[in-house]
């Protein structure tokens, strides 16, 4: 129970009362009076549940945010923060959930209300339910059965984060293991391939996991059998045969997702390790983490600002050795993240070329394509980034085409550039865009660590609203 003001203390009382005001600004600033002063009195706690329904979203975010910070387990705010789940916003949505997760972790009020949420009609609502589940209740068996038909769920995020969660919070687990066997047999392509790195990272000394991913060692798509060799690689049972990074070509199409098609294209794709984490997430170490395809023979890269696509694609080029030390030193900025980035990247290649093969053209040089050293007769894999970014329609269309035609020579292009200010056709286009509900949580833990250890150092409380 939190303590309760007393009853002369004027100031609480005028702001309880200021968070009834009309105007919208007293109301915010009440709130954060109230959480700085009296953040465990119980009528700060029925001020903020009240305002978890304010008609304004900021003082809504904010009421929730306070409630999952300074109750957690209080019957009062739990019923809140419940209800909360049904907000039309998803950020609301998103601190709810994380609240109850890490306050009200065990509770089976709770878990049954994130359970209805796995039926949801979105499917970002259906990847947050996943995430608190596992955050709360790891290892709990009615949990587990809550979270396998998401495996086969129609959204690929969503089947990736119930994998996920499952492969981390119930590792050894049988019905897990089956379930994921038999995901190995899906007609989509992505599905056989997060399905082969999960059985192998929590089922690694299983024989019967060994037998199944055998057959995908000869799958049609490039990227299941580079994710079964590497599984295989970390087995007791892995095949004599160094493991390689390089595949043969051969044509295939994957009828129930993405085309997966071998073409001219040297660089296959990359990945890096889910193990590999940023203080704050990135779009690009999300999209990393489920692997990039770059199978065409000109990709763009898209995305909004601090999406990491500059990162992105610097660290390819140190990985690929065609940022050498002469360029590095005449490069304003390389950002640290992407040298340590540039160590754990994966490359499936095709077939690989050397680095004096290959060309990054740095956002710092504002020529012009034509007035670039590209050499097709040289030149196999280019990079180039922030693209055309000051050229106007007419410019950027016969950048286009100086391009295409490279690539007709022979040489592939990874591209970081605005997709929606290019006329394209059949160049693919990676959009580095929404944080998925994992990252989001994680930077809420990670936020609640700065807050804790502001509090600790200053006596108050860190809450940012």
Not at 33 to 54: G, I, M, Y
Not at 200 to 220: C, F, K, Q, Y
Not at 236 to 255: C, E, G, I, N, Q
């Amino acid at each position: 129970m939190g303590e309760k003001a007393k009853p002369l203390d004027n100031e609480h009382a005028v702001l309880l009362a200021a968070t009834r005001l009309t105007d919208g600004e007293n109301r915010k600033t009440a709130l954060r009076a109230l959480v700085q002063r009296w953040p465990r009195s119980s009528e700060t706690r029925d001020a903020l549940v009240r305002l978890a329904q304010d008609e304004q979203s900021e003082i809504q975010l904010a009421a929730i945010h306070s409630l999952a910070l300074e109750w957690p387990g209080d019957v009062t705010a739990r019923e809140s923060l419940v209800n909360a789940l049904q907000n039309d916003k998803q950020r609301a949505q998103i601190v709810a959930v994380w609240g109850l997760a890490e306050g009200w972790a065990g509770d089976v009020v709770v878990r049954d209300a994130l359970a209805s949420l796995t039926l949801h009609s979105s499917a970002q609502v259906r990847e947050l339910a996943a995430e608190g589940l596992a955050d709360g209740w790891a290892g709990d068996a009615t949990t587990r059965d809550i979270l396998l038909p998401l495996t086969q769920d129609k959204v690929q995020t969503v089947r990736e984060t119930a994998v996920e969660v499952l492969m981390t919070e119930w590792p050894g687990d049988i019905a897990v293991r089956n379930a994921l066997l038999n995901l190995l047999h899906s007609d989509v392509f992505s599905v056989r391939e997060t399905a082969a790195e999960a059985l192998m990272s929590g089922w690694a000394d299983d024989t019967i996991v060994e037998n199944s991913l055998h057959p995908l060692l000869r799958d049609p798509a490039p990227t299941v059998r580079w994710a079964a060799e590497r599984a295989l690689a970390q087995s007791a049972y892995a095949p004599a045969a160094p493991r390689s990074a390089s595949v043969k070509s051969a044509s295939v199409a994957d009828t129930k997702g993405p085309k997966v098609a071998d073409s001219d294209a040297r660089l296959i794709a990359v990945r890096l390790p889910r193990d590999f984490r940023t203080e704050m997430p990135l779009h690009a170490i999300s999209a990393l983490h489920r692997g990039i395809g770059l199978d065409s023979p000109v990709t763009i890269i898209s995305g909004a600002n601090a999406s990491g696509k500059s990162i992105l694609l610097a660290a390819l080029g140190l990985r690929i050795g065609c940022i050498g030390q002469e360029q590095r030193r005449r490069m304003r900025y390389l950002p640290p993240l992407a040298v340590e980035l540039s160590s754990r990247l994966e490359l499936l290649w095709r077939e690989q070329p050397t680095p004096e093969e290959c060309l990054y053209i740095s956002n710092e040089n504002e020529r012009h394509l034509r007035d670039l050293s590209i050499d097709t007769t040289r030149h196999r894999l280019v990079l180039i980034d922030n693209w055309m970014s000051s050229l106007h329609a007419k410019g950027r269309d016969l950048e286009l085409v100086r391009i295409r035609q490279h690539a007709e020579s022979g040489c592939q292009f990874v591209v970081v550039a605005n997709h929606e200010n290019l006329k394209l056709a059949n160049e693919r286009v990676i959009q580095l865009e929404g944080r998925r509900m994992r990252d989001q949580i994680q930077f809420l833990k990670n936020s609640r660590g700065v807050r804790d250890r502001k509090a600790a150092r200053f006596g108050a409380s860190g809450n940012p609203y």
